[in-house]
């Protein structure tokens, strides 16, 4: 089993993540999270760390740029029973994320909206967390993902049930889940493109 002591939540859709954050509080794992879920746990009373403060790095260019840092793609991607990767991580002196809680920009919601624009629609496109989604997925040996709202009860029911921790199962259906939800939002996106492919200059 994987013990969570570091999670990452950034989640568009905020339902159920005040419980899960306030469970992982209560079980001293640090929260790190990106602005807008990071408001709503500090006005329900979670100590959180802002994605920017852990990185050392402010949001850039009208917020593209706020999670694609090597801190946190190398706390979520190093493997734990290695040696070389430990001690990377330890020069930096950064550290492993446990847990990583994306869900995306709902972009096809932005798609059905009548005589939207390629652009608009581009600026829905989800970057960051998409790729911290993918990290977490590949490296289910170790790190726990959870992509939608309907998985935290069993994410919650794991960390009470083993003192902190999830099951490699449980890691792996997580993952798989990941990746199929990065592979059809970027083939919504695919299909938007290409059926809206300007006309020849």
Not at 150 to 158: A, D, F, K, L, N
Request: include cysteine; proline fraction near 4%.
């Amino acid at each position: 089993m994987s013990k969570i002591q570091r999670a990452l939540l950034s989640c568009h859709d905020k339902t159920g993540i005040v419980e899960l954050a306030q469970l992982l509080h209560d079980f001293n794992v640090e929260i790190i999270s990106t602005s807008g879920t990071l408001s709503l746990l500090r006005e329900a009373g979670i100590p959180a760390l802002s994605i920017s403060d852990y990185t050392g790095m402010p949001e850039m260019m009208d917020g593209r740029v706020k999670s694609l840092h090597p801190k946190v793609h190398a706390g979520l991607l190093g493997l734990r029973d290695s040696k070389v990767h430990g001690e990377q991580i330890q020069e930096h002196q950064w550290g492993w994320i446990d847990l990583a809680v994306v869900n995306l920009q709902p972009v096809e919601e932005a798609m059905e909206h009548p005589g939207v624009t390629i652009d608009e629609v581009v600026e829905q496109i989800d970057i960051g967390g998409a790729a911290m989604m993918r990290s977490a997925a590949k490296n289910f040996k170790y790190v726990t993902v959870a992509v939608s709202p309907g998985r935290y009860p069993r994410i919650m029911h794991e960390l009470r049930a083993h003192e902190g921790e999830t099951t490699y199962n449980t890691r792996f259906q997580l993952a798989c889940e990941a990746f199929e939800c990065a592979a059809a939002y970027d083939a919504a996106i695919g299909d938007f493109l290409r059926t809206h492919e300007p006309s020849p200059m």
